[in-house]
């Protein structure tokens, strides 16, 4: 029976955005980069993929799919009598990994788009497309892969992120990178749809504890060398505290004052290669960010000031307060402009434009209650800073008093999908169970799963 359904005369980016986004929820992928060979082992059952030179031994051809005679890099076809996808991508002209994973990713597009099965016209692996045609499913098949491997719903996330970041967080090349900072920074075309929001949910706690990290790893990803050096500078690690540094013109660490680069001599290139695979093996430390602050600009200096207390969690200030007023902590952080300026606290060295040890070592604490109170049916509810995070939001109606109480608090889930929320005070915790109903919906926002209650501990109740 013929097919009815024509190739559209334009693509359609919004259809395709979220056909990549729902395939990445199905994947189940929480991290970047993502690997489009590990999205073929998901796709294993239907698709076959192989290298041009190998494709010649097992197809017994010169030029399988005419790869050569038509200059692709990639093309794919579906067998008529099993059903399965052929995937053949050129790996002895393309030398460049990413270019390579790139191109996979573009075939995979075509699978899951229904590019060779959906339309009336003749499908790709038989001919007969005008060039509009077959140009209209090539910019689909594109914009998949640039959704799949960098989605869009990510980049929004980001302020101030950078083209070679892009490439090294997401595992791309420059050009893809360059042209995906372009459409999501330099255009007023951002559309959302269903999936943005549980796309950004899955990998909100890699966001918020794994980039640097991941970026570092696509640095430093053989031996221990840097893969590019250009790219050295994007994030480097204090070889004395281990901060991740993403200032490119830092010399000493924001975090110890320790010096970044320090000159070490070795008596030959394999001994520093040694060292420095060592070296990054070290796991590093990514510094959050404090949550609620603001920037001001005072006598022509850019300043941070804080909208709720790190210590006391008070948020009722003045306009022009500078300190809190109930525990006097300060508001806002006159270190923003001064270099090189160091303290001590607690014996170590600790430079004074890190503005919110505070709030770092405190929430760490909490943390560290995790293993103390660990019930056997628990399990860590992964879900809980993205529900934070959504409780924040400008747009959010919650009470400051409740989005401040949630600032030191973390989540368990048990077997039966019930949420148990620790805090490190008996008051934010009152404040919670008082608000109860407030959390309860914003957790069935993140997760589409109906609760009754949730209860709520101070690390003391425990």
């Not at 005419?66 to 052929?86: D, F, P, V």
């Not at 210590?311 to 402009?337: Q, V």
């Not at 209650?369 to 400008?394: H, L, N, P, Q, S």
Request: net charge negative.
């Amino acid at each position: 029976m013929p097919r009815e359904k024509k190739i559209p005369d334009k693509p359609r980016f919004d259809f395709v955005t979220q056909t990549a986004y729902k395939f990445l929820l199905e994947c189940g992928y929480t991290r970047f980069p993502i690997s489009p060979y590990d999205v073929l082992d998901e796709l294993k059952d239907y698709v076959v993929c192989l290298p041009w030179s190998k494709a010649k031994k097992v197809m017994k051809s010169e030029d399988p799919f005419h790869l050569r005679q038509q200059k692709a890099e990639g093309r794919t076809i579906r067998m008529r009598s099993t059903g399965l996808y052929y995937i053949i991508y050129d790996d002895v002209k393309v030398s460049s990994p990413d270019r390579i994973s790139w191109t996979i990713m573009h075939e995979i597009g075509h699978v899951i788009l229904g590019h060779l099965i959906e339309f009336s016209e003749t499908a790709l692996n038989r001919g007969g497309m005008t060039s509009e045609q077959y140009g209209v499913l090539e910019v689909e098949a594109h914009y998949f892969a640039a959704e799949f491997l960098m989605p869009t719903a990510i980049l929004k996330y980001f302020t101030g992120i950078t083209v070679d970041e892009i490439a090294l967080l997401f595992g791309v090349s420059d050009e893809a990178a360059e042209k995906k900072y372009k459409r999501v920074f330099e255009t007023d075309y951002l559309p959302s749809g269903k999936h943005d929001k549980l796309v950004l949910r899955n990998f909100y706690k890699f966001l918020i504890t794994e980039t640097d990290e991941a970026i570092y790893r696509s640095i430093y990803r053989a031996w221990g060398m840097p893969w590019k050096s250009k790219y050295v500078p994007v994030c480097r690690k204090c070889p004395e505290c281990y901060s991740y540094i993403d200032d490119s013109k830092a010399h000493n660490c924001p975090y110890c004052g320790g010096v970044i680069e320090r000159s070490v001599m070795y008596n030959n290139m394999f001994e520093r290669m040694k060292s420095r695979s060592e070296f990054t093996k070290i796991p590093g430390t990514k510094h959050h960010r404090y949550p609620y602050s603001e920037e001001l600009t005072i006598n022509g200096s850019k300043r941070t000031k804080v909208t709720v207390c790190p210590t006391c969690l008070n948020h009722d200030f003045s306009s022009g307060a500078t300190h809190c007023r109930i525990c006097g902590n300060p508001l806002i952080n006159e270190a923003d402009c001064i270099d090189d300026c160091f303290s001590k606290e607690d014996g170590r060295e600790t430079s004074s434009n890190t503005w919110y040890p505070i709030f770092e070592k405190r929430y760490q604490r909490l943390i560290s209650y995790r293993g103390v109170y660990y019930r056997e049916d628990w399990v860590d509810y992964d879900y809980w800073e993205f529900t934070k995070f959504m409780m924040r939001g400008v747009r959010s109606e919650v009470s400051m008093d409740l989005q401040s109480a949630i600032l030191y608090s973390y989540a368990f889930m048990d077997d039966n999908d019930d949420v148990f929320i620790i805090t490190d005070t008996v008051m934010a915790a009152q404040i919670i169970k008082a608000e109860i109903n407030t959390v309860l919906s914003y957790l069935k926002e993140t997760d589409n799963i109906e609760r009754s209650q949730v209860e709520v501990f101070a690390v003391n109740d425990l």
